[in-house]
């Protein structure tokens, strides 16, 4: 946690005021209870009204300069409490953007959610804490022991005992809930996975009928959290009660002790009076302490899955040495090229070599999982190559930056992903500087205007969550609009086809082809008839390139390609 609390830097003037008006405020805590002795001692013992209303008059002061800066150091805490968690969340958001899908894959998009909101809460909570706590904690501590000795040294003996009580409750209690906290993190995140994907999945369960086991199953996950939070509450409020015994029977004998050193003429009564004040500040200030003794380590065990993520090196990064852009234009080559997914026994991709030209369109077909996608995500630098290379216009990918290489390339990814806003801000999202004429032009190509034009409100019309409101063929125009509207030099569409019926599909491949003309296109496809017309066609078969050639060229050379065609088409269409 201490090395979050670094990055409290930009707040540092904030904190140094938030500690000296607790200081304020305990000084003036620790001052109360000895004036009010001397308004008993001297003010009252010697009948003198003017003494106790000038002494009084003075604790009415000092309490207004004590609520004050109590006041205002909330506000103070509070204010930086926020700022840190905003700073932070914004952070970890920025770090997790950077993050391969390698990473992704790693640490699951729920955990990485719980971590940016709820583990950022808690280590913002404990810092408000121990801003208000954590100085006034010690002084009240220290100078409460100091006044009470000042008082009665011999009395002052009672608190050893108390500590030593107080410290052995809270390493018992602390050794208990630790790990339950710890645990209760792990719930969560297991919580929030299981909600994220019956929540998006709530029309396949619908429609096999599985809403009760699905309710079920969070339910168990659910009833999982509560238990363990039920057991650490359980600890805690067992705690409170208990410190609460300890500080009466410290009462108890401080006047029992105290009446018989006052028999004995040893003590006054207001400074038995001040001494059960202190008393009570030593034993607050030791409450405090075990609040933070509980909050430091949960927020802590946050912290930790925090830096988790600062910490992760994506391993995928621009290079040190970049090379110098060359003159060529959406030229892609695959060099041998071998890809395994982490933790995976067999490659992927087994040694693809090819070779993809502007005004040329390179469409690739196999059977499924033979790795299409895999192929098509390592161009805009998705995952790294295993061995070999891919060049974009003669440059290794791995030698140019990641945004110079994406903006050279529009991308239509076999699950068309929308975002909530307007048709044509979603078009925009691929090139936020394109003018109203350019996001038509792209809608048209893509297919887009006819259903765009019976929307309500054309390109204004409103898209939910995730493009609920659409069907599968529209939410895959408008990701061709959106990748079209880039003008990239290299176009790659991963099965983004295949929710379009025969005549659109043939349509927009027709006007993709004029709009294409100097453009490389890579078509990733199940359809032979999506291909047939490619200038190349790349037959893949469990990561090997079982054939490649124009489609009349391969109906004649590769026996894979030849079968999934007659599984299509019939002889007249071939
Ligand atoms: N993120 C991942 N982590 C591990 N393995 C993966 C991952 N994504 C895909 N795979 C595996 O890689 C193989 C190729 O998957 P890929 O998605 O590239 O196939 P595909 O040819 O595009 O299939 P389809 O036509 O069904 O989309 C599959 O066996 C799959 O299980």
């Known amino acids: 946690m201490i090395k979050l609390f670094k990055k409290l830097r930009p707040f540092s003037i904030s904190i140094i005021l938030v500690i000296i008006l607790v200081f304020i405020q305990t000084i003036t805590d620790l001052y109360l209870p000895t004036l009010m002795s001397d308004i008993v001692d001297t003010g009252i013992v010697n009948k003198d009204i003017d003494y106790i209303l000038d002494i009084g008059k003075r604790m009415v002061l000092i309490t207004i300069l004590g609520t004050i800066s109590a006041v205002y150091a909330s506000y103070l805490s509070s204010k930086i409490g926020m700022g840190f968690g905003t700073n932070l969340r914004n952070e970890v958001f920025t770090k997790v953007e950077s993050f391969s899908l390698h990473e992704f894959d790693k640490t699951g998009t729920s955990s990485l959610i719980t971590r940016t909101t709820n583990d950022i809460t808690q280590v913002q909570t404990v810092l408000i804490t121990i801003l208000r706590m954590f100085v006034r904690a010690p002084i009240m501590a220290v100078g409460g022991i100091i006044m009470a000795v000042s008082k009665d040294a011999k009395l002052s003996l009672i608190f050893v005992v108390v500590i030593v009580v107080l410290a052995i409750l809270i390493s018992l209690i602390g050794a208990k809930s630790i790990p339950l906290y710890k645990l209760m993190q792990v719930k969560l995140d297991k919580l929030n996975l299981v909600l994220r994907e019956r929540l998006t999945g709530i029309r396949v369960i619908r429609a096999f009928n599985r809403v009760d086991k699905e309710k079920s199953k969070f339910n168990d ?131 693809v070599s090819f070779c993809a030209k502007p005004g040329e369109v390179t469409a690739i077909i196999g059977g499924t999982g033979c790795g299409k996608s895999t192929l098509v995500n390592l161009i805009p630098r998705f995952y790294d190559v295993t061995n070999g290379s891919i060049l974009v216009d003669g440059v290794d990918i791995k030698k140019i930056t990641q945004q110079n290489l994406r903006s050279k390339i529009g991308l239509v990814p076999q699950k068309a992903v929308l975002f909530t806003g307007s048709i044509s801000e979603n078009i925009r999202f691929g090139n936020q500087g394109a003018n109203d004429e350019q996001v038509r032009h792209a809608a048209n190509i893509a297919q887009a205007t006819e259903f765009i034009g019976n929307m309500k409100e054309g390109f204004d019309s409103y898209i939910s ?8 063929g529209q939410k895959q125009r408008i990701s061709i609009a959106r990748a079209l509207v880039r003008k990239p030099e290299i176009y790659v569409f991963d099965d983004s086809f295949s929710a379009l019926d025969f005549k659109t599909d043939a349509k927009l491949r027709q006007a993709l082809k004029k709009e294409t003309v100097n453009d490389t296109v890579i078509i990733v496809a199940q359809r032979v008839t999506t291909v047939m017309d490619a200038n190349r066609i790349i037959v893949l078969e469990d990561g090997n390139i079982a054939g490649m050639g124009t489609h009349k060229e391969l109906l004649k050379s590769c026996s894979v390609y030849q079968e999934i065609v007659s599984s299509q088409l019939s002889k007249e269409e071939i």
């Not at 030593?282 to 405090?288: A, C, E, G, P, Y």
């Open 221 to 351: 996950a659910n009833l999982d959290l509560v238990d363990t939070a039920i057991k650490v509450n359980k600890l805690m409020a067992i705690l409170m009660p208990l410190m609460m015994l300890i500080m009466n029977f410290t009462n108890v004998a401080i006047i029992w002790f105290g009446s018989i050193r006052i028999d004995n003429g040893v003590m006054q009564v207001g400074d038995l009076m001040a001494f059960i004040q202190y008393a009570m500040q030593i034993m607050f200030s030791l409450v405090m302490f075990t609040m933070m003794f509980i909050l430091v380590p949960r927020a802590s065990a946050s912290a930790v899955r925090i830096n988790e993520v600062l910490d992760t090196n994506p391993d995928i990064n621009d290079s040190d040495k970049l090379e110098n852009e060359t003159s060529k234009r959406g030229y892609l080559e695959f060099k041998n090229v071998i890809f395994s997914y982490h933790g995976a026994e067999e490659p992927v991709l087994k040694g």
């Open 465 to 472: 969550q995730g493009g609920t409101n659409l069907s599968g």
